[in-house]
């Protein structure tokens, strides 16, 4: 059982670049998110997914998109990168469950815009 | 709206100290309170919830109670560990969804 795995750790984009953040799951869980986390600013949701097949915005949504064409993937879309989005990316999933408000967070993405 | 604030750091502490990191929120309804934590190069754990007032969180030594009347869930854990450097965050829970307090970095030297 290994969790949350996000792929890939590391990565160096140069601005306008695209890239694509993976997210996979294997405790079977309904919902997923995505995350960046910035100094002094704790974490904030960029998308989630209710179940396979939905998105929706969180509070920071601009200039990504995601998907989620199976309920054991999600994933964060940066279509022209720009400085600004250089962060920690934390993808996350929960149950859906009554105790369905806890997240298993995963080791996070590094990513620098230059 | 729902939000958290949490107390700044960062925070140095000597091993076996007593250590209290404040959390306010502020939000519609009933959320449920968490604490999570981030060890260095590491994504967050879940350290501790409740999920109705007058309940008490504790994991690893480490406790927090809802209060309602005060709208806080303080953690405190009465002697900590140089293993118990880490980040620190208070979040509350709406519909699903997590909103994070700022984060507060916890450094305990031997």
């Known amino acids: 059982n290994a969790g949350v795995t996000q792929t890939p750790k590391f990565r160096v984009l140069k601005t306008g670049q695209s890239m694509t953040l993976l997210c996979a799951q294997d405790m079977n869980h309904e919902y997923m998110y995505w995350y960046r986390q910035d100094p002094g600013m704790g974490l904030r949701l960029i998308h989630y997914?209710?179940?396979?097949?939905?998105?929706a915005k969180g509070e920071v949504p601009d200039g990504y998109n995601v998907s989620r064409l199976k309920k054991q993937n999600f994933l964060l879309g940066l279509e022209s990168a720009a400085p600004s989005q250089t962060s920690v990316y934390f993808c996350?999933?929960?149950?859906?469950?009554?105790?369905?408000?806890?997240?298993?967070f995963g080791p996070g993405t590094r990513l620098t815009v230059l | 709206g729902n939000s958290v604030t949490q107390m700044e750091g960062p925070v140095t502490l000597s091993e076996e100290a007593f250590l209290t990191i404040n959390c306010t929120y502020t939000?519609?309804?009933?959320?449920?309170l968490f604490w999570y934590v981030q060890y260095p190069g590491e994504g967050l754990q879940l350290l501790l919830k409740a999920t109705k007032a007058d309940d008490k969180g504790s994991n690893k030594g480490f406790e927090a109670t809802y209060r309602k009347e005060t709208t806080s869930f303080h953690l405190e854990k009465g002697s900590v560990q140089v293993s118990d450097s880490a980040v620190y965050f208070c979040a509350l829970s709406f519909d699903y969804k997590l909103s994070f307090g700022a984060g507060t970095t916890v450094t305990v030297r031997a």
């Open positions: 997914s209710v179940g396979e097949g939905t998105t």
């Open positions: 939000a519609t309804g009933y959320p449920s």
């Open positions: 996350a999933s929960s149950p859906d469950s009554p105790f369905g408000d806890t997240q298993y």
